[in-house]
């Protein structure tokens, strides 16, 4: 099994709204992203986890919080969000944060529309 | 820091012709390649990587080139097929990052 999965596949909330994103992988990767991608731009960075830990954060803002309860899962919880982060939000995982080269494997993404 | 980019925004072929797509990077240190190719609505795909000690390696109807004179790479499709239309990115890591620096993206448009 070589597959990230992220639910759900599209999400419109309000400014007002709470919600979480979430992503599994069962390939025993012990790394974990976040990333977001606007329309025609590569994935840009939000948060690494390694072991379960938080390593990584790419100075987000606090309405994004993540979460990794445990080394299968990884959530991001959305809260008072703007318009301009309408974007593709996309998880992937790795075998681990050593070497610099252990390719990163890319969920589908969740499509998220703040209104 | 490390700086990778495309050189086109959109590259138009014929089916059956073939494709190359380049990319070049700043950092010297760079030691390792990835190019990934995004289907609308999807992630990021893994299509194949390259060390430096490299200058070439081959995959299925994709070959991967490597110039670390002029810090440039290629990624090669042979008998580009429509559901080859996709964005392509490629990516760098240096050593001591396990981040990948991505490019700016190529679109692949191939006609029927």
């Known amino acids: 099994d070589t597959e990230v999965t992220q639910t759900p596949k599209h999400l419109v909330m309000g400014m007002t709204n709470k919600k979480s994103l979430k992503c599994e992988q069962h390939?025993?990767?012990?790394?974990m992203y976040w990333y977001k991608q606007k329309a025609k731009k590569p994935p840009e960075l939000m948060f690494v986890?390694?072991?379960?830990?938080?390593?990584i954060n790419e100075s987000v803002p606090s309405r994004f919080s993540p979460e990794c309860p445990n080394s299968s899962l990884l959530n991001l919880h959305l809260h008072a969000l703007q318009p301009e982060d309408s974007a593709l939000y996309l998880c992937?995982?790795?075998?681990?944060?050593?070497?610099?080269?252990?390719?990163?494997?890319f969920g589908p993404g969740t499509r998220l529309t703040v209104l | 820091g490390e700086s990778v980019g495309l050189h086109l925004p959109t590259l138009s072929v014929q089916e059956g012709d073939n494709s190359i797509i380049n990319c070049a990077y700043s950092?010297?240190?760079?030691?390792?390649f990835i190019w990934y190719k995004q289907e609308s609505g999807k992630g990021p795909q893994f299509i194949i990587d390259?060390?430096?000690?490299?200058d070439k390696r081959q995959g299925q109807r994709v070959t991967v080139l490597l110039n670390k004179t002029v810090k440039h790479l290629s990624l090669q499709i042979a008998a580009t097929q429509p559901g080859d239309s996709a964005v392509y990115f490629c990516?760098?890591?240096?050593?001591?990052?396990?981040?990948?620096?991505f490019g700016r993206g190529t679109s692949l448009i191939v006609h029927p």
């Open positions: 992937a995982s790795s075998r681990q944060l050593a070497g610099g080269s252990d390719t990163q494997y």
């Open positions: 390939m025993g990767h012990r790394a």
């Open positions: 986890y390694s072991y379960e830990k938080l390593s």
């Open positions: 950092n010297s240190a760079s030691d390792y």
């Open positions: 390259i060390r430096s000690n490299m």
């Open positions: 990516a760098g890591l240096s050593g001591g990052s396990y981040i990948p620096t």
